[in-house]
C-alpha cells in the first residue's frame, strides 16, 4: 500500500477579500472530490485571501497509478479559472 500527496501552492489574483477566497478553494476542493477518488483539503495561509496550499491525498498499490492520478488532479486544479499554481509537491509514503 502507497500513499501518496500532492501540495499545490496557489495565487488566487482575482480574490478581494477571504470571503471570495473561501468560495474559490470551496468550489476547487469540491470538484476535485467528486471527480477523482481523492482526499482534498486546504492546509495553509488559511488567512491569506490571495495564497492558499491546496493538498490532494490519494492510496493506492502501485506508485504509477498515484502519479498518474495526481498529475490529472494537478492538471483540473491548474485549468480552474481564477487560481494560478505557484509551486507542486508530490510525496510518497
Same mark, same amino acid.
Given at each position: 500500500?502507497?500513499?501518496?500527496?500532492?501540495?499545490?501552492?496557489?495565487?488566487?489574483?482575482?480574490?478581494?477579500?477571504?470571503?471570495?477566497?473561501?468560495? !474559490?478553494?470551496?468550489?476547487?476542493?469540491?470538484?476535485?472530490?467528486?471527480?477523482?477518488?481523492?482526499?482534498?483539503?486546504? !492546509?495553509?495561509?488559511?488567512?491569506?485571501?490571495?495564497?492558499?496550499?491546496?493538498?490532494?491525498?490519494?492510496?493506492?498499490?502501485?506508485?504509477?497509478?498515484?502519479?498518474?492520478?495526481?498529475?490529472?488532479?494537478?492538471?483540473?486544479?491548474?485549468?480552474?479559472?481564477?487560481?494560478?499554481?505557484?509551486?507542486?509537491?508530490?510525496?510518497?509514503?
Amino acid at each position: 500500500m502507497i500513499v501518496a500527496c500532492l501540495a499545490c501552492e496557489c495565487f488566487l489574483p482575482g480574490c478581494r477579500s477571504l470571503k471570495e477566497k473561501r468560495g !474559490v478553494v470551496k468550489r476547487v476542493l469540491n470538484r476535485v472530490k467528486n471527480r477523482f477518488n481523492v482526499s482534498a483539503a486546504e !492546509v495553509d495561509f488559511w488567512d491569506h485571501w490571495q495564497r492558499t496550499t491546496l493538498a490532494f491525498a490519494a492510496v493506492a498499490g502501485e506508485r504509477r497509478f498515484l502519479e498518474a492520478e495526481l498529475e490529472r488532479v494537478r492538471r483540473f486544479v491548474e485549468a480552474h479559472e481564477g487560481l494560478e499554481i505557484l509551486r507542486v509537491d508530490l510525496m510518497f509514503l
